[in-house]
């Protein structure tokens, strides 16, 4: 994305100024129930319903979503959004079976059920995913906001990787997980009324009128949500919503950010609410982003010379949408629109810095080292966890810079990192047959397939008959069912084998 020459007025910036102290002051004050580690990583189970749902939509609309999808949409169609049309599905299966599981176990992380389940190993493989997951996801993020609010505001993307990852680790470390809710709160509201002003301008900009931008866009085939064949090596309506439903099983899942948020809710009624709220919040509000490019489209298609020479519309899509904003905005408006950037940004940012430092609390620090581990030791082990993958994460975007394509790379080690722990779940969950040799056999073969269809396209020619035929949406898809095809198979010619580690110490006795 060029940097382009739109720095903000001097009211934006205030603007953006006082929304960033009121955000970090806001999440800040919650230092005062965030003492015990109870309030730190659960908030004490006392947590509305609909501030939960909002956390967890603030938590899906990242800053990938936020300026991606507008530019997906700018350059292509609505194919995207077919993703978006799997949440519902996601959403019914986690309300039905994943919310009451996990409220009934009780515990804060995520991981916790599958040493039971399958051993030690299956907890440490699933918790080490996760936190790679993470680092790769808060990278990206602060890379990518970054990235556009650096012509802007005109600072360097360094000093706005740095100052943005101080920020959101500080309210992070100060307030626990109510701070993250909380914030992610306010933050949803002004993503959300930042879309919907920008939308407004939009229609009302055009020269023939609102309707003109309809009329474009259909003369384009914009609406299309592309092809509808079985077609498994593009992106097809079939494979996006296959990818999605994965990606959003995963989410409802395993994802530690989201179960920690089931947890908060003060009822299971409450967190049952905020899994439907989050999901049926998004859907309107990822269609109001993909017409965002849309519009984007119909408003530069009529008025050509409002696109500098010097960006290319065609080849950096995704440059569009902040160069409307820096451009087109009345005052104070682009100052509202670049704190929604911002918000996306930080409601992602710091539900991955909390969900990481339980882990290492719960998962790794009390789990092989300290069982015995006191309050005070306790809430030191999160302190220095969550300042530490702030750090680590804001390493990783400074890393970024020099990646010529972020987006790409972060889907890639999402489906590596994050591809075998749907399956491992799912396993466990729907067999009971499966024991330690199953979750074994299937997350190795899961892991062989999910690395070949990743690796495998970039082989040489002599190599090109092992080039998986597949797209690359597919990857968690496949990699998910071979795990528990294979695991359930397993399981079937071992039923023999006792269900768990400890009923074999049992027998052994």
Known sequence: MPLLAAQLQTVDLVVLCIYIAGVVGFGCWFVRKSGTTEEFMAAGRSLPGWAVGLSIFGTYVSSISFLANPGKSFSGNWNPFVFSLSIPIAAWIAVKYFVPFYRKEGHISAYHHLEKRFGPWARTYAVVCYLLTQLARVGTILYL??????PLIGWDIKTI???????????????????????????????????????????????????????????????????????WTAPTVWVVLLYGLAINLQNFGIDQSYIQRYITARSDADAKQSVWLGALLYLPISA?????????????????????????????????FPHFIATELPTGMTG??????LAAAMSSVDSSLNGSATLILCDVHKRYFRPEAGEAESMRVLYV????????GTCVALAMISVKNALDMWW??????????????????????????????????????????????????????????????????????????????????????????????????
């Open 161 to 231: 990787i740095v100052v943005t990852g101080i920020l959101v680790t500080v309210y992070t470390l100060l307030g626990g997980i109510e701070a993250v809710i909380w914030t992610d709160v306010v933050q949803s509201i002004v993503l959300t009324a930042g879309a919907c002003v920008c939308i407004a301008i939009m229609l009302m900009g055009m020269p023939e009128g609102p309707g003109q931008i309809f009329e474009i866009a259909a003369e384009h085939a914009k609406f299309s949500l592309g092809d509808s064949s079985f077609d």
């Open 288 to 320: 109001i982003l993909f017409f965002i490019g849309t519009s984007l489209f119909a408003f530069y298609s009529a008025q050509p010379e409002l696109l500098p020479g010097t960006l290319n519309a065609a080849e950096t899509p995704d440059a569009v």
């Open 145 to 150: 906001v970054a990235l556009a609010l650096a």
């Open 412 to 509: 890639g080690l999402a489906g590596i990192f994050s591809g075998g722990m749907l399956g491992l779940f799912l396993l466990g969950f729907m067999s009971r047959r499966a024991v330690n040799r199953s979750g074994v056999a299937g997350v190795a073969c899961g892991v062989i397939v999910i690395f070949w269809m990743t690796f495998s396209p970039s082989f040489s020619e002599d190599w090109a008959i092992f080039r998986s035929p597949f797209h690359r949406f597919l990857i968690i898809v496949l990699g998910t069912l071979t795990i528990v095809l294979v695991g359930f198979l397993v399981g079937i010619f071992a039923t023999s084998t006792p269900k768990n580690p400890a009923e074999h110490e049992n027998r052994s006795r």
């Open 385 to 392: 966890a969550t300042i530490l993958f702030g750090a680590i």
């Open 336 to 341: 509202l629109l670049v704190a929604a950037v």
